[in-house]
């Protein structure tokens, strides 16, 4: 048996239209275009590419983008006073304050800056325990779980009375995907570094959700049989055939378990073009919601 390949791409690609016929109707009815602003701390690499393709995005669904790239030793209440003037901005619809920040940067005060309505990123405090909560919505979910589920559900599986294995309980991918599932009425188990028995429980899951930043770490002989892979780990590994001399692999053991699984995300081109897309279609429901179009 051979998985089915989930393509994020071609996925990311059908939200972005839409996200784009969105963006054109707001200009034509209302005058209005969607706004985000991306606040970069710092001279990571990594991190500058994020924001670099966020606001490529921008440019090609007829967005405004608002960038601000900050030195590493930024006071804190000087980048308090940034964020807090692009939350009164109202040409600025979606604010993402690009994480990691630095080690001097109290992280939880610069995203609770954020006002609810435009934490795009969905990393709000108030977006994250409204998430938490049963019978609760939040504004915003985080980009990345949120495109890890239209990945699922493209598939057709039922999520309902599933059983859903997520590794890793990191606030922004491994503890949201939890409550995403669990609303949808799957049965979830998180794992993470002290979890017991760990390849006995994900034997048992029929949707395994892989964020846990370690290379190529779930066999093949972990998976059941016909089980939904999503892998959203980023590891980058050694390639002679490469011009970079590496290329990048997932937190999955995609060889061995592309044998075994029903359907896999591949790495590079599966959840990463998601993640991006859902930040787009984010943005643009906050301009909506601006607008009076749609309720909180």
Not at 71 to 77: G, L, M, T
Not at 124 to 143: A, D, H, T
Request: net charge neutral; hydrophobic share 45%; aromatic share 4%.
């Amino acid at each position: 048996m051979t998985a089915t390949l989930i393509d994020g791409k071609a996925i990311a690609e059908t939200v972005k239209a839409q996200v784009k016929e969105g963006v054109a109707y707001l200009k034509s009815e209302y005058n209005l275009t969607p706004g985000l602003a991306t606040v970069l701390v710092g001279e990571r690499p990594d991190s500058r590419a994020y924001v670099a393709s966020k606001q490529k995005s921008c440019a090609e669904l007829g967005m405004n983008s608002f960038g601000h790239t900050l030195p590493a030793d930024i006071p804190q209440n000087e980048l308090l006073e940034i964020v807090q003037g692009l939350a009164r901005d109202s040409q600025v619809h979606g604010i993402l304050a690009q994480l990691p920040l630095p080690n001097h940067i109290d992280a939880e005060a610069i995203l609770g800056a954020v006002p609810i309505e435009k934490d795009v990123d969905g990393f709000s405090p108030l977006n994250v325990g409204r998430l938490s909560m049963k019978n609760r919505e939040p504004m915003f979910v985080p980009c990345t779980p949120l495109g890890c589920l239209q990945l699922i559900e493209s598939t057709g599986t039922q999520i309902e009375g599933a059983r859903a294995v997520v590794l890793g309980r990191s606030n922004i991918v491994g503890l949201p995907m939890a409550f995403l599932l669990l609303h949808r009425n799957a049965t979830v188990t998180i794992c993470h570094s002290r979890t017991r028995d760990l390849p006995d429980i994900v034997r048992q899951a029929d949707i395994v959700v892989a964020a846990i930043g370690k290379t190529r770490f779930v066999p093949g002989d972990w998976i059941k049989p016909g089980a939904v892979v999503i892998d959203v780990g980023i590891n980058e590994v050694p390639d002679a055939t490469k011009k970079s001399g590496k290329r990048l692999v997932g937190d999955v053991d995609f060889d061995s378990v592309k044998e075994v699984a029903g359907f896999i995300t591949p790495v590079p081109g599966g959840v990463g073009p998601m993640t991006i897309a859902m930040l787009m279609q984010n943005t643009l429901t906050a301009a909506q919601r601006a607008a009076g179009l749609l309720k909180p």
